[in-house]
């Protein structure tokens, strides 16, 4: 069964800061997107990879990917994004060949994701799984609020910490499952498991990696070029 990676890349990072679309900025030097790309082809069972880029950055997207060393044995294919999240992964779900059976839903922000949390995603949808997300437990707890603007926000609820599983990427597909929630679903989500959950699908969690973390604010750069200083250690 043959395994593609789409990476939504097409963000514009505003919670980031001022600057380049999110995916294009550095880390140590090197685009973020690279390294989320270097992520998902180090899996040997990923033999495609699709970065959704900004809508007017495909071609500046495809020179990046040329001027990098990147494993022969991936093709990487470049398609334009959209306005959500939700809409560039259905163009990059769009610009799949046949022959690809299983999904890898990634975030470009996500770059340091080790590879053996991409393989046990894969692993777990060729056991079987429609839907399989990366996901670990909580150091916070957390409040459900009712959101008021320049106000005090009053609680609404609190789950149960133990519960609760903060969800990463990649997310794992069965194709067929993907495409049809994509197809199917209008309302605006957060994640693709979502989407098949909301279809009564079964979405299953293996663990996450605490390196797979999204980089959001500007704290997380610092954290992520910590992270890859320590790996060439
Ligand atoms: O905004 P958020 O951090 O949830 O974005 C997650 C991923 O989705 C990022 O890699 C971002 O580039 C991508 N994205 C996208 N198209 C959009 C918005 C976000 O590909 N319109």
Redesign the pocket.
């Known amino acids: 069964v043959r395994t593609a990676a789409v ?7 505003v ?1 980031l800061g001022p600057g380049a ?3 294009l900025r550095a880390l140590n030097g090197t685009p973020m997107l690279i390294h ?1 790309v270097r992520a998902m082809a180090a899996s040997r069972a990923v033999s495609l990879v699709v970065v ?1 880029a ?1 809508p007017d950055g495909a071609p500046e997207v495809r020179s990046l990917l040329d001027a990098h060393a990147l494993p022969e044995r991936t093709e990487f294919v470049v398609v334009p ?5 939700q ?3 259905k163009l990059g779900l769009d610009a799949l060949p046949d022959g690809y059976d299983i999904v890898l839903v990634h ?4 770059p340091l994701v080790p590879v053996d949390t991409v393989d046990s995603v894969v692993e777990a949808v060729r056991e079987g799984a429609v839907a399989v997300v990366p996901a670990l437990p909580l150091a916070d707890t957390v409040k459900e609020v009712e959101p008021a603007e320049g106000a005090p926000e009053p609680v609404v609820a609190t789950p149960v910490r133990a519960r609760l599983r903060a969800v990463q990427t990649p997310q794992g597909f069965d194709r067929k499952a993907l495409v049809h929630a994509h197809e199917t679903v209008t309302e605006d989500v ?1 994640d693709d498991a979502s989407m098949i959950e909301q279809l009564g699908g079964t979405v299953v969690v293996v663990p996450g990696h605490e390196e797979a973390f ?1 980089v ?1 604010r500007p704290l997380d750069l610092v954290l992520a070029e910590a992270v890859l200083a320590r790996r060439r250690a």
């Open positions: 990476i939504p890349a097409a963000g514009r990072g919670r679309p999110k995916a989320a959704v900004p994004g959209g306005e959500t999240r809409e560039s992964v975030d470009a922000a996500r957060t999204k959001t």
